[in-house]
């Protein structure tokens, strides 16, 4: 009898094991070990954008290029790649679908990666599609990511962003988000409260990057790892003097009301401890010590506060922090160690007045459209993008031309999954 039950439970022990096997092998790929192409984008991933020859245009060729721009204004293409707020709701109710279909990556390609998290802040408003493709193009598990929702965003893009984030341990939502106005001091404020929270959250990544909904990556997570550590403990941003048509920023003071900014005609005082005012830009690679100097250096704290009532603060509040004496990875303030964004590796933006032909223009003509007089990439801008050092470039959205997103999408996949194949570095489940 005892003999029997034994047995019995030996019988039912092979069973449950056979049950997990398979459980697994549902999820997992049957053969990690020799392949990840159970990672790649295949063309069924996505809508009608596939039709496009993404390895043609980033070698912009013009006839793939002309291909692509009548299909983007097609009507149908204009309809398919409306994703409602809902479906992100659903999706991602299970989870463990959610990032299976969606092909994230959730095991680090190399060690070297895992020996070097990042630390992202990422500030949203809308286009959640926008924002899903951002986080799943650098998402990797040994980072860490805190989103900042608009306060006056959509309850839907709320709930779709939530839904998203509650899928992955290393992702959060900020723990106090803010109503961001467009040029004023709430801009800032988004970006300090995760920079608050990543700091509090883990002591283990090595730097921190700000990004937008609109943002997208030029590079793989282990050629960011490489070029960072390249910076041996440097920041990387704008950082010049600041020039005279916009000295009216921070010597007067500005107020916000009914959610736009606006003079209030007063002048400012100098700025604490007579600290020259740099200008820069929103978008910063700084190393865990220059966010710990914005968290607790007093100077610091000093400049924030006088920094609450000027014109766009983003634009100069994180430059003018890279030249303070002391502060991790810091230059000094002499003009020899201004950085232009075009040298900084943080950001790759074109501005339609340093567009052209001429060589006295910057960077080619924009190929997409302009928001603000910012370029909102379109295919032909590819090639040039991928030519840039930068990590991240600004601006992309999906709703006005999704080929840009797309091509940058295969192409760094492609090239992560092959660099971790060249790395031998396999994970072990
Ligand atoms: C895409 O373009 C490349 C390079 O121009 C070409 O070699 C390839 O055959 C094209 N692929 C398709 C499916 O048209
Ligand atoms: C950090 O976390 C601790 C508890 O884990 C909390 O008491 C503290 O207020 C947090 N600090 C910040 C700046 O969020
Ligand atoms: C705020 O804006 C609304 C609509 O634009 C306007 O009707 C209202 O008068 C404004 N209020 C103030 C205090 O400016």
Known sequence: MRKLLLMLTVALGSLWMVFLVLQLDTSLPLDPIHSHSWLEYKD?????????????IQQGDREALQEAKLLTITKYFRKTIQIPDEYYINQAQDCRKFKSERKYITFPLSQEEEDFPLAYSIVV?????????????IYAPQNIYCVHVDKKSQPSVQAAIESI???????????????????????VQADLNCMADLYNSSAKWKYFINLCGQDFPLKTNLEMVRMLRSLKGGNSMETEDMPAGKKWRITTVHEIANGTIKSTGKSKSQPPFNLPIKSGNAYIVV?????????????????IEWSKDTYSPDEFLWATIQRIPGVPGSTRPH??????????????????????????AVYPECQGSHVRSICVYGAGDLQ???????LFANKFDIYSDPIPVFCLEKYLRHKALAESEAEDFFWSP
């Open 125 to 137: 408003h809308h286009k959640v599609q926008n924002f899903e493709r951002l986080l799943r193009a």
């Open 165 to 187: 984030v509650s899928c992955f341990p290393n992702v959060f939502m900020v723990s106090q988000a803010v109503s961001v106005v467009y040029a004023g001091w709430p801009r």
């Open 384 to 390: 040039w993008l991928l030519e840039n050092h930068h």
């Open 335 to 360: 003009p020899k160690y201004d950085q232009t964004d075009v040298n900084a590796i943080a950001r790759l933006v074109k501005w339609w007045w340093h567009e052209g032909s001429q060589d006295s």
């Open 44 to 56: 069924y991933d996505f809508g009608p954008e596939s039709m496009c020859n993404c390895s043609a």
């Open 287 to 303: 190393t865990r010590g220059y966010v710990r100097s914005v968290l607790e250096d007093t100077r610091i704290q000093a400049l």
